[in-house]
């Protein structure tokens, strides 16, 4: 039997029920999946407050449920697009294909010949980190956007004191 193992990469920040979506639908095409945390080494930003730890936790809890073997795996940012591919591929088991909607991953793993596929967007507009995160920086209700064990971790992590914090709002 030949194993088929995708990647997908994301900065999950949060992990929303957009990717539970997502990840559901690559489940039924690949017998293992990779899942890169983009911008590993960021947290504690507006746009990237939760660290690459607080994400694999996030994404193993979200997914516990689901009928695929996964890796969640920190990837830290390159400032160099060309080798971008090659840093990845070193830091990950072996794929053969790539889930992704992003325009500059498509195009740096096509120029490699790694097949590419786009997957369905969810709800965009409304599972979407940006407004998560708006959200609760706002006060807003934005549980209902997450998996439950998401919403755990955050509240385990105190995470929207801390968005609210580094946002200068709190």
Same mark, same amino acid.
């Given at each position: 039997?030949?194993?088929? /193992?995708? #990647?997908?990469?994301?900065?999950?920040?949060?992990?929303?029920?957009?990717?539970?979506?997502?990840? &559901?639908? !690559?489940? *039924?095409?690949?017998? *293992?999946?990779? !899942?890169?945390?983009?911008?590993?080494?960021?947290?504690?930003?507006?746009?990237?407050? #939760?660290?690459?730890?607080?994400?694999?936790? +996030? !994404? /193993?809890?979200?997914?516990?449920? !689901? $009928?695929?073997?996964?890796?969640?795996?920190?990837? $830290? $940012? &390159?400032?160099?697009?060309?080798?971008?591919?090659?840093?990845?591929?070193?830091?990950?088991?072996? #794929?053969?294909?790539?889930?992704?909607?992003?325009?500059?991953?498509?195009?740096? #793993?096509?120029?490699?010949? %790694? &097949?590419?596929?786009?997957?369905? +967007?969810?709800?965009?507009?409304?599972?979407? =980190?940006?407004?998560?995160?708006?959200?609760?920086?706002? =006060?807003?209700?934005?549980?209902?956007?997450?998996?439950?064990?998401?919403? $755990?971790?955050?509240?385990?992590?105190? =995470? %929207?004191? /801390?968005?609210?914090?580094?946002? =200068?709002?709190?």
């Amino acid at each position: 039997m030949n194993m088929k /193992r995708a #990647f997908y990469i994301g900065r999950f920040q949060p992990f929303h029920l957009g990717h539970h979506s997502v990840i &559901t639908s !690559i489940a *039924e095409e690949v017998d *293992e999946l990779i !899942i890169g945390i983009g911008s590993a080494q960021t947290s504690h930003e507006v746009n990237n407050p #939760f660290t690459a730890g607080e994400r694999v936790m +996030m !994404i /193993r809890h979200a997914l516990e449920d !689901i $009928d695929v073997h996964f890796y969640a795996l920190p990837i $830290d $940012d &390159t400032l160099q697009n060309p080798i971008w591919v090659s840093y990845v591929t070193s830091r990950t088991p072996p #794929f053969d294909t790539v889930y992704t909607n992003n325009p500059l991953v498509i195009e740096l #793993f096509e120029e490699t010949g %790694v &097949t590419v596929k786009q997957p369905p +967007m969810y709800h965009r507009n409304e599972y979407s =980190g940006t407004e998560i995160r708006r959200r609760m920086l706002e =006060g807003e209700e934005w549980k209902h956007l997450v998996p439950d064990a998401v919403a $755990d971790v955050i509240e385990e992590i105190n =995470g %929207v004191r /801390r968005l609210r914090r580094v946002a =200068g709002t709190d």
